[in-house]
């Protein structure tokens, strides 16, 4: 079987999204895919200061209206972060900040950190009860995985993907062979893909810029140094649960990410 594919950068990565050879308006319907994508990131860029993102985190108090995509992608965020007791916590981007992992754009002080609480959600509208600063990187590109997926299905793809970096979404009568990037520089077998989401974060507790990591900054425990890979149904819940993976022990970490819908992935052998 042949497959038709394309790759632009976007998101901090490069982004690939591909279908069947014989895919009827593959190139328009990926065309809309990569705008999906797009659209994404220039709502919800923490590195735009012209951001809807950077436009909330600098509104402590008032009530600011946002765009559809910024809401939905606030509400999955303060979702996971009550389900997982707080251990994905979007609310930390002030540590950050501080550290100088992200930039600073905002005109006045902040909190280090916060809880999803801070934020309160309307139907239209957001507001921060408390001068926190949101970073939704952790999350944010798994929905644009989602948003382009959807996208290609809009368009009357029957199979397809969407490989942004570490987050990986199939659907279809297609099995994508994948693998990671380990910490030590080599590559792992991580089986074949179908008709799921695979995401991975390689997690360090201190910035690396020779290294694409991500850093967990919250209050909930010291990050668990590592290669996480969470498989889901949906890519915006891979991609959080890869974070609350680097927060928990070994012992708690499998039956924690079931029960919030994912499942932890380790290398095949041979």
Known sequence: M??????????????EIGTREKSVNKECAIDEAFNAVARVNKLLSFHNPNSEL??????????????????RVLKLAKLIGQYSNGLFNCTVAGIL???????NHFDSDHLKSGNCNDIELYKNHARLCRPVLISLDGIAKG????????????HGLETGWVNAG????????????TQRRELT???????????????????????????????VAGNKGKPVEGTWSILAKKSWLAD??????GLVTQEKRSILIE??????VQPVSG
């Not at 042949?2 to 982004?15: A, C, D, M, N, Q």
């Not at 029960?259 to 932890?264: A, D, R, T, V, Y």
Request: proline content about 6%; hydrophobic content about 35%.
């Open 97 to 103: 900040v501080d550290k100088g992992v992200l930039p």
């Open 54 to 71: 950077s436009r909330l985190n600098n509104s402590y108090g008032k009530e600011i209206e946002l765009h559809p995509i910024s809401m």
């Open 2 to 15: 042949k497959y038709y594919k394309r790759l632009r950068p976007s998101l901090g990565t490069f982004v």
């Open 185 to 215: 520089g080599g590559f792992s077998n991580l089986g074949n893909l179908h008709n799921a989401a695979l995401s991975t974060s390689w997690i360090k507790p201190h910035h690396d810029q020779s290294y694409p990591s991500w850093i």
């Open 240 to 245: 959080a649960l890869t974070k609350v993976a």
């Open 259 to 264: 029960q919030l819908g994912g499942k932890l």
């Open 166 to 177: 570490g987050d990986l979404r199939v659907y279809g009568d297609i099995l994508l062979p």
């Open 143 to 154: 929905y644009a995985v989602d948003y382009a997926i959807f996208t290609l299905k809009k």
